[in-house]
């Protein structure tokens, strides 16, 4: 009964909505299938014909890289990630991915969602 009472941020952990949210908008509109499990039981989180993706809050982008290139190499398809950005304070964090993968990391693709992009 507590839960009912709280703001969704507090509900989710600080968060204004949880992850699989996003990860459920973005791969319904990319035609990607959610959670596809590989061998030994990980799941990735959004594969689409081209791309194996990671989706992840904006502070937790180094988690995602290893994750993407991961999927990918396990699945033939190409990295990519999937960037939560909920504040103005993750554009640093976006911009730490981005600084990252195009000095070391072979990811093809970046994408940002956010809270308003998530339909009801």
């Known amino acids: 009964m507590i839960a009912a009472l709280l703001t969704p941020a507090v509900a989710y952990g600080e968060r204004l909505h949880p992850e699989k949210a ?3 908008a973005w791969c319904d509109r990319n035609d990607g299938v959610t959670e596809v499990v590989l061998s030994g039981g990980s799941r990735v989180d959004c594969l689409t014909e081209t791309h194996a993706v990671e989706v992840e809050f904006a502070n937790k982008w180094q988690e995602a890289v290893g994750q993407a290139l991961y999927y990918a ?41 956010t809270p308003n992009e998530l339909t009801d």
């Open 22 to 24: 996003y990860q459920q």
């Open 73 to 113: 190499k396990k699945t033939g398809r190409e990295p990519g990630i999937i960037i939560i950005k909920e504040t103005p304070e993750d554009q640093k964090y976006l911009g730490r991915l981005i600084y990252t993968i195009k000095k070391n990391h072979p990811i093809t693709q970046i994408w940002v969602i």
